[in-house]
């Protein structure tokens, strides 16, 4: 019970601080602790580290907003071919974390050393889908997971794609072409 109160205290004011900062550098263990009014040890008792606790509050606003309960229940069930759905997705992800972009830029490192890659995979049904056997299960997870990977960085790198490459993620239709390219580059 206990833990419980201290766990929400910490997700409390790290949403606090998150959403107020100008960069996620500026959310230090001890800027979550002093808003929080608990002890530094805190954080790794109840999550483990800083980064588990910003991705376990970045999750939270993520089902509040609902956006993996409405946008992506429909693309999984749409009639088009799982390539197109495939895409569609990482649109709706890809435009939540861009939105979201202090909270992505915080969790972008700890998600991609820590997700568990045999069960954190969204889009490998869509990639088992799209190959249909042609692949083994193995590959299929190994292409979700570098597709996954390399638009997660992409977030974080934006400015630098915009700067170097003249791709503005911000813009819906430069997003949507840069995202259709870089699924077929993935699923021939």
């Known amino acids: 019970m206990k833990r419980d109160i201290t766990k929400d205290k910490l997700k409390k004011a790290t949403r606090k601080l998150m959403l107020s900062c100008t960069a996620p550098e500026e959310v ?5 602790v002093k ?22 509050v970045f999750q939270d606003i993520s089902l509040a ?3 993996f309960d409405g946008e992506l229940l429909k693309i999984a069930h749409d009639t088009l071919p799982a ?39 969204n889009s490998l049904p869509l990639v088992l889908e799209h190959y249909g056997g042609a692949k083994t299960k193995q590959e299929c997870m190994l292409i979700a997971y570098e597709l996954s990977s390399i638009l997660q960085l992409v977030v974080y790198r934006q400015e630098s794609i915009r700067q170097s ?22 699923l021939q």
């Not at 990482?90 to 974390?97: C, D, E, R, T």
């Open 165 to 186: 490459f003249g791709i503005d993620l911000t813009n819906d239709e430069e997003l949507k072409a840069f995202i259709d390219m870089q699924v077929d580059l993935f």
């Open 28 to 32: 230090t263990s001890r800027a979550i």
């Open 65 to 67: 907003g609902k956006i």
């Open 83 to 121: 390539k197109e759905r495939l895409k569609k997705l990482h649109f709706v992800v890809l435009k939540f974390l861009l939105a979201n972009e202090i909270f992505s830029k915080a969790i972008t490192k700890y998600v991609l050393l820590n997700r568990d890659l045999t069960t954190d995979l």
């Open 35 to 56: 808003e929080a009014g608990v002890q530094l040890a805190m954080i790794n008792y109840c999550f483990g580290s800083r980064e588990a606790l910003i991705f376990q």
